[in-house]
T-cell receptor, first 114, second 114 residues
Framework: KAGVTQTPRYLIKTRGQQVTLSCSPI?????VSWYQQTPGQGLQFLFE???????NKGNFPGRFSGRQFSNSRSEMNVSTLELGDSALYLC?????????????FGSGTQLSVL | AQSVSQHNHHVILSEAASLELGCNYSYGGTVNLFWYVQYPGQHLQLLLK??????LVKGIKGFEAEFIKSKFSFNLRKPSVQWSDTAEYFC????????????FGAGTILRVKS
């Protein structure tokens, strides 16, 4: 069974640009969560999607948005990039998004903002 | 602020030494508790989890953790570490009111010397 796939693996952007990251969950998983990992702040929850609906949201500005498609694949968009958005963005999937479920993480997309 | 604290950022041990990594959280209600591990070059994976019942939980690779409600702690232990345990370990908490959102600690980097 294939794991959680995130593309691209690396991205370099400049301030003010926008970026879209992609996540394909494990087959059959309907919940996709996104986390930002930085050396200073650690892992922080961005949002979670289930059945194409955002079900949970962290404390990030509106520049961070996402969506989920009918095949459960998810995209995350960051507009008007800032230097502080440089981070590893991790996607995690689970079957139904229940808080008791194990999360399966992808390898992440490393975003560098210059 | 509500948070998860991991006591040590870096731990260095010799093989066969015993390990205990501390984790404390500040949520007063019902929580689910997790330890995730990230081996070098690999993605985050679940080590063990606690939802209810026996406060001593056993995970993969000989790890165990004890939930002490009165101390808001969930410390990770292993009686005898191996070189292959070199990794970064993350404690995570899922408060009931947060749905399936995980709040992570800053992580502890463990290096086991052979």
């Amino acid at each position: 069974k294939a794991g959680v796939t995130q593309t691209p693996r690396y991205l370099i952007k400049t301030r003010g640009q926008q970026v879209t990251l992609s996540c394909s969950p494990i087959s059959g998983h309907r919940s996709v969560s996104w986390y930002q990992q930085t050396p200073g702040q650690g892992l922080q929850f961005l949002f979670e999607y289930f059945s194409e609906t955002q079900r949970n949201k962290g404390n990030f500005p509106g520049r961070f948005s996402g969506r989920q498609f009918s095949n459960s694949r998810s995209e995350m968009n960051v507009s008007t990039l800032e230097l502080g958005d440089s981070a590893l963005y991790l996607c995690a999937s689970s079957l139904g998004g229940d808080r008791n479920e194990k999360l399966f993480f992808g390898s992440g997309t490393q975003l560098s903002v210059l | 602020a509500q948070s998860v604290s991991q006591h040590n950022h870096h731990v260095i041990l010799s093989e066969a030494a015993s390990l205990e990594l501390g984790c404390n959280y500040s949520y007063g209600g019902t929580v689910n508790l997790f330890w995730y591990v990230q081996y070098p070059g690999q993605h985050l994976q679940l080590l063990l989890k606690y939802f209810s019942g026996d406060p001593l939980v056993k995970g993969i690779k000989g790890f165990e953790a004890e939930f002490i409600k009165s101390k808001f702690s969930f410390n990770l232990r292993k009686p005898s570490v191996q070189w292959s345990d070199t990794a970064e370990y993350f404690c995570a908490v899922s408060p009931m009111e947060y749905g399936n959102k995980l709040v992570f600690g800053a992580g502890t980097i463990l290096r086991v010397k052979s």
